[in-house]
């Protein structure tokens, strides 16, 4: 594979670029951030498929598109079954001689909310895992359906404010626990699983280009800020995503083959999760005093899911 | 390099071994499918000759027909020859990826076996998962047994691939009855069938980098309109290629396929219009009442149900006094989808048949030839008195008290 080299963020401007800057994602969105360092850290040929959704929305609106290769979009659920089909379709005609270019490398990836990834699309996903082709998923976590205007999702953290999951006077916001979507497909046996968050890009990259390179079904799941439904400052995408990572709301971790875990990034200062959620508008009303206890349970949960990546690093099983 | 297999001039084949048989000698580049009855054979047919070497192209196992639908379509935008198979509530989860296809131009062919919907499930045919699919911008191909399940299985991808075309087939044939009975089959050797249906001719694919393509862009309401109207058009259209690829089936084979076919049609006085199986048993049902009771009947049976034939329907029926229409799915609260579109035609014309609904077959209830009959009786009885004698629409076959709904106004 071509690999382009990524020491430095000026080494990235000269890369090849294969997704407009004309798009009508919101000021702010990480969704660019991320797609677009996919599509820097390859010079191979790609091959996109996009579940419905904010990206997709923001990027294919005829008759203008931002993707400057082969891309498609079907419908909510799909995108893993779309770039599954076009895998196997280039797999037969390599076979068959029928390919314009049959000595040109193909990555295919499919991209998805969280959202499409974690509820109405989950078992298109699970499928095309199970079926061992060589494609990467990766999941643009925003943690709620924020192109339908930010309702509840299965990646939702427990007492975020959504408008199908809200905050009241007599409720805290999303009462269930976000779904632990990186152990489910490190579950199904996938050779390569990871977390990875775009403030942390070289990082993010590596990881980008480890998946492209390992022959199977890939996923990664990464953190992608949300502007308008988080509730921040559009300037702030990056501070708020660093107190993510650093608060270890969001570790940053790969599974190997579905067991050997590696922890990629460790905060050099752990901060308290109340600083993180102090800075989104969407866990506001935690900070009333009959909530307090919602941030402390998510600080407890937080301490033993780094106790548990810890320990099974340490393990390395 | 797929092993060609050596097949008999004469082969007994059920309907699905025909279809999986047809699929293998297009060379289908991608098969993306779930197994499902009645249609699940033509599914493990095809997996046979994949697990014997006669495939070259990838099988792909989906999680369920909606993943298989959407395999499909990335691997028809892939820019090769794609197939699949289904029935009834896999039909039904597909339908929304149906439309995804057809919007995109993609020539996915899909062999449907018939079978009712739910609820109460049921596995036997009816054309419930058929009628589902007619809105949905594919071409919709009838066969009435095995042989007809061969030869537009051939015929379809070469008509969804033509250029002027452009769009996804459906070949349909009836559960069980067609699906799961074995008949004389003839067909084409492995050269003869690819040699018609001829190499896929790769359109704006995902596969030519040099020429990057988006699929499945957003339109809203300025331009959404315009997309579906140009899509309508093709398909209206496609009766051109339809025609042109079962002229050159008839070159080949002798067997010579229309897009209404007719029987018995010259004199007729009377007729059913229907689809799948009972097109043979209302054949036959015609020949023994002229021959035994003088009556003039005849049969017509729309072969291409998408697009639909209307000119031929208007001058198959100018002549006729009273048409019997049989819709096969339950229309639940208006008249069944066939009789609407066969009144459709027949009212922009002079002439002025009478023309009736009957409901029949539901879930596999067997319709027999005595029920045939009966339904040609009627007719001849409308045609005599010159009016309708009975309701506009009637339940054929239905246990328990008569069902029908609508007095016609007598004249």
Request: glycine share 8%.
């Amino acid at each position: 594979m071509a690999i382009t080299s990524i020491k430095n963020l000026k080494e990235f401007s000269t890369t090849n670029e294969r997704f407009e800057g004309a798009h009508l994602l919101c000021p702010g969105c990480a969704h660019s951030m991320i797609v677009r360092e996919l599509l820097n850290c390859t010079d191979d040929n790609l091959v996109l498929a996009t579940n419905t959704g904010c990206l997709e929305v923001s990027t294919a609106v005829y008759p203008y598109t931002s993707w400057d290769t082969s891309w498609i979009h079907i419908g909510f659920e799909n995108a893993a079954s779309a770039v599954t089909g076009a895998e196997a379709m280039y797999k037969a005609r390599k076979r068959k001689g029928t390919l314009k270019d049959p000595d040109a490398p193909v990555k295919f990836v499919a991209f998805g909310g969280d959202g499409s990834t974690f509820d109405i699309g989950f078992q298109w996903i699970s499928g095309a895992v199970e079926r061992g082709h060589d494609f990467t998923y990766i999941c643009l976590d925003n943690e709620n359906y924020a192109n339908t205007g930010g309702q509840r999702s299965s990646a939702t953290p427990i007492g975020a404010h959504t408008s199908t999951a809200q905050a009241g006077r007599v409720s805290y916001g999303k009462k269930q626990k976000k779904k632990d979507i990186v152990g489910i497909f490190a579950a199904h046996g996938a050779p390569y699983v990871a977390q990875l968050s775009p403030n942390k890009w070289k990082i993010m990259a590596k990881g980008f280009q480890k998946a492209l390179e390992t022959e199977g079904p890939c996923f990664i799941n990464t953190v992608s800020a949300c502007t308008t439904e988080w509730k921040f400052d559009p300037k702030d995408t990056i501070h708020v995503t660093d107190l993510a990572t650093d608060s270890l709301m969001f570790p940053i971790y790969e599974i190997i083959n579905g067991t050997k875990l590696n922890i990629l990034y460790r905060p050099k200062n752990i901060i308290p999760v109340e600083e993180y959620l102090a800075a989104q508008g969407r866990y506001k009303h935690l900070f009333k005093p009959e909530n307090r206890h919602v941030i402390e349970q998510i600080q407890k949960e937080i301490d033993e899911k780094w106790e548990y990546l810890q320990r099974r690093e340490e393990a390395s099983v | 390099m797929a092993d060609k297999m050596e097949l008999n001039e004469v082969e007994v084949w059920d309907g699905n071994y025909a279809a999986s048989q047809a699929l293998r000698q297009a060379q289908v580049d991608v098969v993306a499918a779930y197994p499902i009855t009645p249609s699940t054979p033509i599914v493990e047919n095809y997996g046979a000759y994949v697990a014997n070497g006669y495939v070259d192209g990838e099988y792909v196992m989906a999680e369920s027909e909606h993943g298989a639908m959407s395999a499909c379509v990335g691997a028809a935008a892939a820019g090769g020859r794609v197939a699949t198979a289904t029935s009834s509530q896999g039909f039904m989860l597909m339908l929304e990826v149906l439309y995804q296809a057809s919007g995109m131009r993609l020539p996915i062919v899909l062999t449907v076996v018939n079978r009712a919907v739910a609820s109460p499930l049921n596995v036997r045919g009816d054309h419930g998962d058929m009628y589902a699919g007619r809105d949905s911008g594919w071409v919709q191909i009838d066969a009435f047994n095995a042989q007809e399940a061969y030869d537009l299985t051939l015929c379809a991808f070469k008509i969804g691939e033509d250029l002027d075309v452009r769009l996804p087939v459906m070949v349909h044939q009836d559960g069980f009855v067609t699906s799961h009975t074995a008949q004389n089959v003839y067909p084409l050797s492995d050269e003869e069938a690819y040699a018609f249906v001829g190499d896929y001719k790769p359109v704006d694919e995902m596969l030519d980098f040099s020429r990057p393509v988006t699929y499945g862009a957003q339109t809203e309401e300025d331009w959404h309109y315009e997309h579906k109207a140009k899509q309508h058009k093709a398909l209206m259209e496609s009766y051109k290629v339809i025609d042109k690829v079962f002229e050159e089936f008839e070159k080949k084979t002798g067997r010579k396929y229309n897009r209404l076919e007719q029987y018995m049609m010259e004199d007729a006085e009377v007729a059913i219009v229907a689809l799948g199986t009972t097109v043979e048993t209302a054949i036959y049902a015609a020949e023994q009442l002229r021959k035994d009771e003088g009556i003039k009947a005849g049969v017509v049976a729309p072969r291409s149900f998408r697009p639909f034939p209307y000119n031929e329907i208007r001058e198959a029926l100018a002549n006729v006094k009273s048409v019997a229409v049989l819709d096969r799915s339950c229309p639940m609260g208006a008249m069944g989808a066939l009789y609407n579109e066969i009144c459709g035609a027949m009212a922009s014309t002079p002439a002025n048949p009478l023309v009736t609904n009957y409901i029949y077959g539901l879930g596999g209830r067997d319709f027999a030839v005595e029920d045939a009959k009966n339904i040609f009786r009627e007719q001849k009885a409308n045609a005599d008195a010159g009016y309708i004698t009975t309701e506009l629409q009637q339940f054929s076959g239905l246990r328990g008290p008569k069902l029908a709904f609508y007095e016609a106004k007598r004249s």
